[in-house]
Structure formats: structure tokens, C-alpha cells
């Protein structure tokens, strides 16, 4: 068995590890300047490496850490490279005698001529040889010195189809006689298909992801590996759990709700426990998952959609569907008999059917370094405070105080205060206005902050901006604040953690703003410098007046995520919350 | 005709090619490995010939060869005898003046070797050496044919390094250049002319030779034709 783990920085960056077994053909694939081929020839010992280690068996050809690194010539393996690398001055037979170990006898050589139907041109020099010839007397040097490893290096791709197709033959013939570890490069995805046991994803000089190749097709680790093995269809979406139903652990269903609330399309998939609930992921099915019918469906799953493009290549065709808007387009490769019989041509309407099982949903920060960057970020510490305007009349629900709207016995400031606290949030800070008693009185036993903003009737702004000096005068501590507004019931743990860890992990400016639909939502999140720079404008400046002047330093994170903006701001929308939730809620008495 | 200069020179040039080729080989494929600054450094260093003025050379060796100087001294204590004004000096002053002409041909030639043969000898078993001695020499074979070409021609009409660490002393230093301006001195213009024609034929088929070398259809590797 080969393994191999590479860590280095300079002269170039590596961070790989994969193994293949005794017999196992090994796929490297990725883009250009991935590390492929330096991965080939780090095991080759063709360039050096500073940290890492490489075993063959019980051989060690390469120990950083015990300063070990055996010689080129030294490690037993046999190379083949894109360009052949034929030695142009010595015949057929001449360069296979070259590689065969000590000792060896020359009908060696010709055996292996023989074995690569070569017997007739071993006397012949490379250039007089075709691409196919040169390719096959290559593979049979690579094996003349009985190698340990074997080592393709996109040793097919200087070749015409044909060619290929029987070099491919030969190498299958070779692995069933001799059971040796076989790393191959290649950029070529139905080559590694085809040949490989198991796929390894290189991005970057990383490793991303080693599995079957059906594996890394059905499921690809993130997006990034979706898209390097040629996945054209990867959708946006958001992962929502379902509630427990008792059933099975493996029964478990959750949803993935793609596009906006209007025209949004929700998918059943089968929760396997492993994300969070409302996590932004990109997902992707494969082919053998969708089942094209050209009969009507109303089944869960069941997507409509038009055919947009037929491309006919002999048995296999190519079909493009175009979908309802959030999913845009997806594209099939189906059987041009199985395309025949269901009649099938541009502009019918067609019905998918997605099943759970094929649906592999990948969380959107997958890439390890931005992962670990961004873990770094989410668990550095701040002391996060949170103001809770609760100073307005609530006119448009007959003047009522919002924050004091009962849900399931519940004040919602109360459930707020509760998920903010939950949510690690150290200090919370209510500015009350027109029911301040009753705020003081329900809030007593909850250890908040509370700030009375004697003229409410100056407006929300005038709220904002008493919060603020408050802070900066008493609590200067606090490092970023949330601004929450008193009336937004669906606002609960999970969604304030979203937005905290959002906020940690900004790449700019001191303001965050959820932004759901392409509408505004709430609760805001500024940082401390954020805060600084309002109360220094002049007193009219409050949150959003700031953000509007200074774009440049709000980041807008796009969710479809609705609690950031489903408020309790009139009798409809306290309808509305009820049959959503079907929760009991109860609007204290006018006045 | 001069034939005891000609003689002279004929051996002098001989016994630089076969000094300096084996040395050239091992320099220039030294120098083909990398492209660091060091490399680049020796480089320069050992090219210097090329464009330092033959007097400017001789200067330096003259200087050298003194009777003070340390080399003179291990020489005289080795061999019993001065190294100025002998074969042996005018022989170290051709091995230091022909240096470039030795190795760059043979530099350049490793240099165009691909890498992926040079990876694939080592693939196949073959040590640093053996891949020098069996693929990279035998494909490098015309910038070695070059660099013996241009060693041979270039000692041959040498004049001005041989003059100052040489003189003119006949059968020992006089080659035929020297013997050519002795004769001149002379005015022995039509001996003089004879072996200026013969110069001139070694350096025009020097630099025929060499062009054919440079067009010669070389059996490079497939995937490179």
C-alpha cells in the first residue's frame, strides 16, 4: 500500500494526504496548478519535500521528520509521462532494457514487447514509432523494473481516441496480472471514471476529498469540489429541520427551501443530523436520482419544467430543462432510446422526480482554510450586547405595546430576552417610551438595562440614539451590538446565532444587515467602532441613517431566512403569525 | 611553412581538447542544473574570456607565472623548471583563454535536454551519473562536437596570450600565429601568406562545421518533434 502525507508551505504549498492500495488505481484529479503533478513526483522523489512522509509497504521512501528521503533511482516505480519521455538515441528495445533491474535478462525486455504487441518494432527508435506505439513501449518500461508503484502521469492524453481506448485495455490487462498501487493524473473526469477505484480531489495543493468515484459524483464534499468534477447543475438553498416524528433516526426528513417566499421551491431530503437548522447550503443530485416523466405529477419533489435543448450523441443524449426560476436549468444525460420512446422534444413540458436520497446538500463555507479562518473568527470571544426598542405606541394595532403581545403566555419581549440571553448575548437593553411601567413592572425580574426615552413621540431614532449614549456611557465593554426590534415573534436562538456568527465572520465595514428577499431585515448588528462613529456624527444620526451614508462599511448578508423580517405590525400580520405557528396569542387591551 | 610551429600548435590544440572537453563537460553540466545566482556568478566568471582583451589575459598569467608568484613556485618545486616561457605555460594559457568555447556549447546542449528525460532516466533506475553517461551526454553530442570544433580552432589561432606568457621561442612556444607575425617581421610575406591561408581554412571550415552541426535534423523526443 502507498500512503502519503505531505505538509509544506514553501517553495510551494502542499497539504495532502491520500493511500492506494495493493492493486487500486488511484485517481488525481483537479485544475491546473493543483499539485497533481507534483504530488506524482514528490512520490517519485523527482522534487524534494520538506515535510511529509511517504510509504511503500513497509518501505519509507520519504520521512521528514527523521530526516529521510530516498533517492529517484532508488524507489522502486515506474513512471509514465504525457510526452512518452522515450530516450530518442536508444531503440524500442533499448529503452526498455534500460529500466530492468540488475540481473535482469534481455528476454525480459522482450517479453514485455511481446506482452504490448511490440515484438515487430524493437528495433525501431521513438521517432519512427506512432503516439499509440511510443505510448505502449513507455507503459512497458514503466514496468520492466518491477516496480512497486506505478505512476501515470496524463499518460493518455497525447494520444487520439481510438488509441486511448486501447491503451486503456492494456493497462486493465496489466493491473489484473500484476497487483501494484496506481497513481494516475489526469484531467480527464470519464477517464478517472472509468479507470479509478477511488478519486482524489487536489485543489490548491490541498486534498478536498478521496472516495469512489460514484461517491464524489452522487456526493461532493462542498461546492467546490461539485463544480471541479464537472457538476454543472449545483443550486442554492437553505436547510431547514422538520420536526421529530418518532420514527426511524435514519427516517429523518428535513427541507431545503430554494429561492425567494413568493416563488420559493421546497425539496424533501433526508436529515442525516449533521448540519444545523437554517444553514445556507448549495446542493447537487445526481443523474441516476432524477426520474423524467412527461405525465403530470402533484408528488412531493416532483419539479416542472420545459426542455430547453436536446443534444443527441449516439446512445447517450444530452438534455437541458429549464426550471422554475430559484433552480434556473438542470441537465440530464439520458439514453437517446429511453429519450425515443418518451417522445421527447424541445419545448414539451417534463416532470422531475427528485429523490432524497440523490440530493446531496453541501454547507456554503466548505474550503479548510476559509473553514478553519472562519472557525477561528465564530469562536473568538466578544461581549455582544443587545438593545430592544420597545419605546413605540403601536398605533397600527390600535395603540398597544407590541413587546408586550402574549405568546402562549409569554410576553414576546420576554421570549426575545430569553433567546438573546440563550444565545450568549451578555446585556440586554430596553428603551421603553409610551408603556414604560408596564415594561418596568414585567421586565423586573429579568437583570436588563432599562432606558426610558422620555419623548417617544420624536420617533424610533430618538430610541436608537438614547440606547447608544447609554452604552457608550455605562456599558463601554460591550464589543458589537444587536438593535432588535420589540415585535418580531419568529426571532429565536438559531436565527441570532446565524446572525451573531455572520457578523464574526465579516470580511469588512462595523455594521451587518440581514437581508431577506431584497428587503431590509432586523435585528442589525454594529461593532463598537460602529457605535463610535454614530454618536460622533451629529445627534440626528442613528443606525440606519449612518448605514445609508456609509455603504462601503455595511455588509449585507443575503438570506431567505424570513424572522429577520416578519414582524407584529398590524392585525393581519398578527392573523398571520397565528396560523404559521399555531400558537395562542393574546394582544393586550388598547390604551 | 613553419612545420615545427605548425607541429606546435597542432599539439598545443590537441592537448587543450583533451584537457579541457572532459572539464567542460563537467562544468557546463554543473552549470545547466539550475539557474540560481550562483550558477549565474560562475557563469560570468568562467565567460570572462570571451570578452577580456587577449593582452589583459596574458597580463594576469604573466603575472602569475612570476618567478615570486605561488604557482610558479609549486610548479619550479614539482617539475624543476620556470612555467613561463614553456609549452606547459602557453598550455595553461590556452586551457584558461578556450574555457568558454569548451563549455557553453556543452552547457547549452544539457540545457535543452527536456526535463521529463531527464525525470524518466531517473524513473528508470539510473543514477545522477549513469543518467549523465547514458542519456544526457549521447543527446548532448553536438554541442560536445561543437565545443571540440571551437577548442581546436580557437587554440590554433590564438595570438596574443601565447605572446605574453610564451614569447617566441621556437619549438616550445613559437606556434603558428606567433611564427606568422615573426615572419612578417622578417619580411618573409609569402611563408607569412601560407600560413595565414592555412588559418583561415581552419576557421572557415570551423565555422562550417559548426553551422552544419546547428542544422543537422537531431532525433529529438516524439512528443517534441
Same mark, same amino acid.
Given at each position: 500500500?502507498?500512503?502519503?502525507?505531505?505538509?509544506?508551505?514553501?517553495?510551494?504549498?502542499?497539504?495532502?494526504?491520500?493511500?492506494?492500495?495493493?492493486?487500486?488505481?488511484?485517481?488525481?484529479?483537479?485544475?491546473?496548478?493543483?499539485?497533481?503533478?507534483?504530488?506524482?513526483?514528490?512520490?517519485?522523489?523527482?522534487?524534494?519535500?520538506?515535510?511529509?512522509?511517504?510509504?511503500?509497504?513497509?518501505?519509507?521512501?520519504?520521512?521528514?521528520?527523521?530526516?529521510?528521503?530516498?533517492?529517484?533511482?532508488?524507489?522502486?516505480?515506474?513512471?509514465?509521462?504525457?510526452?512518452?519521455?522515450?530516450?530518442?538515441?536508444?531503440?524500442?528495445?533499448?529503452?526498455?532494457?534500460?529500466?530492468?533491474?540488475?540481473?535482469?535478462?534481455?528476454?525480459?525486455?522482450?517479453?514485455?514487447?511481446?506482452?504490448?504487441?511490440?515484438?515487430?518494432?524493437?528495433?525501431?527508435?521513438?521517432?519512427?514509432?506512432?503516439?499509440?506505439?511510443?505510448?505502449?513501449?513507455?507503459?512497458?518500461?514503466?514496468?520492466?523494473?518491477?516496480?512497486?508503484?506505478?505512476?501515470?502521469?496524463?499518460?493518455?492524453? $497525447?494520444?487520439?481516441? +481510438?488509441?486511448?481506448?486501447?491503451?486503456?485495455? /492494456?493497462? !486493465?490487462?496489466?493491473?489484473?496480472? #500484476? &497487483?501494484?498501487?496506481?497513481?494516475?493524473?489526469?484531467?480527464?473526469?470519464?477517464?478517472?471514471?472509468?479507470?479509478?477505484?477511488?478519486?482524489?480531489?487536489?485543489?490548491?495543493?490541498?486534498?478536498?476529498?478521496?472516495?469512489?468515484?460514484?461517491?464524489?459524483?452522487?456526493?461532493?464534499?462542498?461546492?467546490?469540489?461539485?463544480?471541479?468534477?464537472?457538476?454543472?447543475?449545483?443550486?442554492s438553498?437553505t436547510f431547514f429541520?422538520?420536526?421529530?416524528?418518532?420514527?426511524?433516526?435514519?427516517?429523518?426528513?428535513?427541507?431545503?427551501v430554494?429561492?425567494h417566499a413568493?416563488?420559493?421551491?421546497?425539496?424533501?431530503?433526508?436529515?442525516?443530523?449533521?448540519?444545523p437548522n437554517q444553514t445556507e447550503v448549495?446542493?447537487?443530485?445526481?443523474?441516476?436520482?432524477?426520474?423524467?416523466?412527461?405525465? $403530470?405529477?402533484?408528488? +412531493?419533489?416532483?419539479?416542472?419544467?420545459?426542455? /430547453?435543448? !436536446?443534444?443527441?450523441?449516439?446512445? #447517450? &443524449?444530452?438534455?437541458?430543462?429549464?426550471?422554475?426560476?430559484?433552480?434556473?436549468?438542470?441537465?440530464?444525460?439520458?439514453?437517446?432510446?429511453?429519450?425515443?420512446?418518451?417522445?421527447?422534444?424541445?419545448?414539451?413540458?417534463?416532470?422531475?422526480?427528485?429523490?432524497?436520497?440523490?440530493?446531496?446538500?453541501?454547507p456554503v463555507y466548505?474550503d479548510?482554510k476559509h473553514k478553519y479562518a472562519q472557525k477561528q473568527k465564530k469562536e473568538q470571544a466578544q461581549v455582544i450586547g443587545a438593545v430592544i426598542l420597545a419605546a413605540g405606541q403601536g398605533l397600527r394595532l390600535g395603540g398597544v405595546p407590541k413587546g408586550l403581545i402574549e405568546i402562549d403566555g409569554l410576553a414576546l419581549i420576554v421570549r426575545q430576552i430569553q433567546e438573546l440571553k440563550a444565545s450568549g448575548v451578555a446585556e440586554i437593553f430596553v428603551v421603553t417610551g409610551y408603556y414604560q411601567e408596564q415594561f418596568s413592572k414585567i421586565l423586573e425580574k429579568y437583570h436588563v438595562h432599562l432606558i426610558h426615552n422620555g419623548c417617544p413621540e420624536r420617533g424610533q431614532a430618538s430610541s436608537v440614539r438614547l440606547g447608544l449614549e447609554y452604552i457608550a456611557k455605562h456599558s463601554s465593554h460591550i464589543e458589537a451590538l444587536l438593535m432588535v426590534l420589540s415585535d418580531q415573534p419568529l426571532l429565536e436562538l438559531a436565527d441570532i446565532r446565524q446572525l451573531i456568527e455572520q457578523f464574526k465572520t465579516r470580511e469588512y465595514g462595523h455594521f451587518l444587515i440581514p437581508i431577506v428577499n431584497g428587503h431590509r431585515g432586523n435585528p442589525v448588528m454594529l461593532s463598537k467602532i460602529g457605535l463610535g462613529l454614530i454618536l460622533a456624527k451629529n445627534n440626528d444620526s442613528v443606525v440606519r441613517t449612518y448605514m445609508d451614508e456609509h455603504p462601503d462599511e455595511v455588509v449585507q448578508w443575503e438570506t431567505n431566512n424570513l424572522h429577520f423580517t416578519f414582524d407584529l405590525d398590524t392585525l393581519e400580520s398578527v392573523?398571520e403569525f397565528?396560523?404559521i405557528s399555531?400558537l395562542?396569542v393574546k394582544v393586550p387591551n388598547s390604551g | 611553412?613553419?612545420?615545427?610551429?605548425?607541429?606546435?600548435?597542432?599539439?598545443?590544440?590537441?592537448?587543450?581538447?583533451?584537457?579541457?572537453?572532459?572539464?567542460?563537460?563537467?562544468?557546463?553540466?554543473?552549470?545547466?542544473?539550475?539557474?540560481?545566482?550562483?550558477?549565474?556568478?560562475?557563469?560570468?566568471?568562467?565567460?570572462?574570456?570571451?570578452?577580456?582583451?587577449?593582452?589583459?589575459?596574458?597580463?594576469?598569467?604573466?603575472?602569475?607565472?612570476?618567478?615570486?608568484?605561488?604557482?610558479?613556485?609549486?610548479?619550479?618545486?614539482?617539475?624543476?623548471?620556470?612555467?613561463?616561457?614553456?609549452?606547459?605555460?602557453?598550455?595553461?594559457?590556452?586551457?584558461?583563454?578556450?574555457?568558454?568555447?569548451?563549455?557553453?556549447?556543452?552547457?547549452?546542449?544539457?540545457?535543452?535536454?527536456?526535463?521529463?528525460?531527464?525525470?524518466?532516466?531517473?524513473?528508470?533506475?539510473?543514477?545522477?551519473?549513469?543518467?549523465?553517461?547514458?542519456?544526457?551526454?549521447?543527446?548532448?553530442?553536438?554541442?560536445?562536437?561543437?565545443?571540440?570544433?571551437?577548442?581546436?580552432?580557437?587554440?590554433?589561432?590564438?595570438?596574443?596570450?601565447?605572446?605574453?606568457?610564451?614569447?617566441?621561442?621556437?619549438?616550445?612556444?613559437?606556434?603558428?600565429?606567433?611564427?606568422?607575425?615573426?615572419?612578417?617581421?622578417?619580411?618573409?610575406?609569402?611563408?607569412?601568406?601560407?600560413?595565414?591561408?592555412?588559418?583561415?581554412?581552419?576557421?572557415?571550415?570551423?565555422?562550417?562545421?559548426?553551422?552544419?552541426?546547428?542544422?543537422?535534423?537531431?532525433?529529438?523526443?516524439?512528443?517534441?518533434?
Amino acid at each position: 500500500m502507498l500512503k502519503v502525507q505531505i505538509s509544506q508551505q514553501a517553495p510551494f504549498q502542499m497539504d495532502m494526504e491520500f493511500e492506494c492500495l495493493q492493486g487500486e488505481l488511484l485517481a488525481l484529479v483537479g485544475p491546473s496548478g493543483s499539485g497533481k503533478t507534483s504530488a506524482l513526483r514528490a512520490i517519485a522523489g523527482l522534487i524534494p519535500i520538506k515535510e511529509g512522509t511517504i510509504k511503500v509497504d513497509s518501505e519509507v521512501w520519504l520521512d521528514s521528520a527523521h530526516d529521510l528521503s530516498l533517492p529517484a533511482h532508488l524507489r522502486s516505480v515506474g513512471m509514465v509521462f504525457q510526452n512518452f519521455a522515450l530516450f530518442p538515441h536508444l531503440t524500442a528495445l533499448e529503452n526498455i532494457g534500460l529500466a530492468l533491474p540488475k540481473g535482469a535478462l534481455t528476454k525480459d525486455a522482450h517479453e514485455l514487447l511481446l506482452d504490448m504487441q511490440l515484438e515487430d518494432l524493437q528495433d525501431r527508435y521513438p521517432h519512427q514509432l506512432s503516439g499509440g506505439q511510443c505510448q505502449r513501449v513507455a507503459l512497458a518500461r514503466a514496468f520492466a523494473r518491477k516496480p512497486k508503484v506505478l505512476l501515470l502521469d496524463e499518460a493518455f492524453s $497525447a494520444v487520439d481516441y +481510438p488509441t486511448r481506448m486501447s491503451l486503456y485495455e /492494456e493497462l !486493465i490487462k496489466l493491473r489484473q496480472r #500484476i &497487483s501494484i498501487p496506481i497513481v494516475m493524473v489526469t484531467h480527464d473526469l470519464r477517464e478517472a471514471r472509468l479507470l479509478s477505484n477511488r478519486i482524489c480531489i487536489l485543489d490548491q495543493g490541498k486534498t478536498l476529498q478521496q472516495a469512489t468515484p460514484d461517491h464524489i459524483f452522487s456526493s461532493p464534499r462542498n461546492a467546490r469540489v461539485a463544480a471541479l468534477v464537472g457538476l454543472r447543475d449545483i443550486y442554492s438553498g437553505t436547510f431547514f429541520k422538520l420536526p421529530e416524528h418518532g420514527g426511524s433516526p435514519h427516517a429523518q426528513m428535513a427541507k431545503i427551501v430554494c429561492g425567494h417566499a413568493s416563488d420559493s421551491i421546497e425539496l424533501m431530503i433526508h436529515d442525516k443530523g449533521r448540519l444545523p437548522n437554517q444553514t445556507e447550503v448549495k446542493w447537487v443530485i445526481a443523474g441516476q436520482y432524477v426520474a423524467l416523466s412527461n405525465v $403530470a405529477s402533484n408528488e +412531493p419533489n416532483t419539479l416542472c419544467g420545459s426542455i /430547453e435543448r !436536446i443534444l443527441q450523441l449516439s446512445e #447517450i &443524449s444530452s438534455v437541458k430543462v429549464r426550471l422554475p426560476s430559484p433552480l434556473h436549468q438542470m441537465h440530464l444525460e439520458l439514453s437517446t432510446r429511453h429519450i425515443q420512446e418518451l417522445h421527447l422534444e424541445v419545448g414539451n413540458t417534463v416532470y422531475l422526480k427528485l429523490d432524497p436520497d440523490g440530493i446531496h446538500i453541501m454547507p456554503v463555507y466548505s474550503d479548510l482554510k476559509h473553514k478553519y479562518a472562519q472557525k477561528q473568527k465564530k469562536e473568538q470571544a466578544q461581549v455582544i450586547g443587545a438593545v430592544i426598542l420597545a419605546a413605540g405606541q403601536g398605533l397600527r394595532l390600535g395603540g398597544v405595546p407590541k413587546g408586550l403581545i402574549e405568546i402562549d403566555g409569554l410576553a414576546l419581549i420576554v421570549r426575545q430576552i430569553q433567546e438573546l440571553k440563550a444565545s450568549g448575548v451578555a446585556e440586554i437593553f430596553v428603551v421603553t417610551g409610551y408603556y414604560q411601567e408596564q415594561f418596568s413592572k414585567i421586565l423586573e425580574k429579568y437583570h436588563v438595562h432599562l432606558i426610558h426615552n422620555g419623548c417617544p413621540e420624536r420617533g424610533q431614532a430618538s430610541s436608537v440614539r438614547l440606547g447608544l449614549e447609554y452604552i457608550a456611557k455605562h456599558s463601554s465593554h460591550i464589543e458589537a451590538l444587536l438593535m432588535v426590534l420589540s415585535d418580531q415573534p419568529l426571532l429565536e436562538l438559531a436565527d441570532i446565532r446565524q446572525l451573531i456568527e455572520q457578523f464574526k465572520t465579516r470580511e469588512y465595514g462595523h455594521f451587518l444587515i440581514p437581508i431577506v428577499n431584497g428587503h431590509r431585515g432586523n435585528p442589525v448588528m454594529l461593532s463598537k467602532i460602529g457605535l463610535g462613529l454614530i454618536l460622533a456624527k451629529n445627534n440626528d444620526s442613528v443606525v440606519r441613517t449612518y448605514m445609508d451614508e456609509h455603504p462601503d462599511e455595511v455588509v449585507q448578508w443575503e438570506t431567505n431566512n424570513l424572522h429577520f423580517t416578519f414582524d407584529l405590525d398590524t392585525l393581519e400580520s398578527v392573523h398571520e403569525f397565528t396560523q404559521i405557528s399555531g400558537l395562542v396569542v393574546k394582544v393586550p387591551n388598547s390604551g | 611553412m613553419d612545420w615545427q610551429a605548425f607541429q606546435l600548435s597542432i599539439s598545443l590544440a590537441l592537448c587543450s581538447v583533451a584537457i579541457l572537453i572532459p572539464f567542460g563537460i563537467l562544468l557546463g553540466h554543473y552549470l545547466a542544473r539550475s539557474y540560481s545566482l550562483w550558477n549565474q556568478l560562475l557563469k560570468a566568471v568562467f565567460a570572462l574570456p570571451l570578452v577580456l582583451p587577449p593582452t589583459v589575459m596574458g597580463y594576469y598569467l604573466l603575472v602569475s607565472m612570476g618567478r615570486d608568484s605561488w604557482l610558479s613556485q609549486i610548479y619550479v618545486f614539482l617539475f624543476h623548471e620556470p612555467l613561463a616561457f614553456s609549452f606547459q605555460g602557453i598550455l595553461l594559457g590556452s586551457l584558461i583563454f578556450n574555457l568558454p568555447f569548451a563549455f557553453i556549447p556543452i552547457q547549452r546542449a544539457l540545457e535543452d535536454i527536456p526535463e521529463e528525460l531527464k525525470d524518466a532516466a531517473r524513473t528508470c533506475g539510473l543514477s545522477h551519473w549513469q543518467s549523465l553517461f547514458k542519456i544526457e551526454l549521447p543527446l548532448a553530442w553536438k554541442g560536445i562536437l561543437s565545443a571540440v570544433i571551437m577548442t581546436f580552432a580557437h587554440t590554433l589561432g590564438e595570438f596574443g596570450v601565447i605572446l605574453m606568457v610564451g614569447g617566441n621561442i621556437p619549438g616550445q612556444t613559437r606556434t603558428l600565429s606567433i611564427a606568422i607575425y615573426d615572419k612578417v617581421q622578417g619580411l618573409e610575406m609569402g611563408s607569412a601568406g601560407l600560413m595565414s591561408i592555412f588559418l583561415v581554412l581552419v576557421a572557415f571550415g570551423t565555422l562550417l562545421l559548426t553551422q552544419l552541426l546547428a542544422t543537422t535534423k537531431d532525433q529529438k523526443p516524439k512528443a517534441y518533434l
